[in-house]
């Protein structure tokens, strides 16, 4: 369930067990989603049933620093999840890993 505020990654909801989201975008909104962690290599496969969302998957990586707060970096270079041809489905190959996470924008709507 899509509960505000989630417009970054350190205010991620977690992705329920059931793996089912429903929210709603608004004007210059971005979701974040925290992604279960993984033991193994998997597909994940969006089904939005809009054409206009744009969904990205980014890896975080937190190192302590000199003064004592942890530094986050998010990297969404990999990130790129492949349309359907209708473009209402997303599918990406994601390695075993943890710390990763699901961020959706696009244009005001339902998804």
Do not use: C
Request: hydrophobic fraction near 30%; avoid cysteine; charge should be negative.
């Amino acid at each position: 369930m899509d509960l505000e505020p989630n417009d970054n990654a350190e205010r991620a909801q977690p992705v329920p067990a059931s793996l089912r989201i429903v929210g709603e975008l608004r004007e210059d909104d971005l979701d974040w989603y925290r992604l279960p962690d993984m033991d193994r290599p998997a597909k994940m496969t969006i089904a939005t049933g809009s054409t206009t969302l744009r969904p990205r998957v980014a890896q975080m990586t937190v190192t302590p620093t000199a003064s004592g707060p942890l530094n986050r970096e998010f990297n969404d270079s990999e990130g790129d999840l492949t349309p359907s041809e209708d473009r209402t489905s997303y599918s990406i190959d994601l390695p075993a890993g943890k710390d990763r996470y699901l961020r959706l924008d696009g244009e005001p709507g339902v998804y």
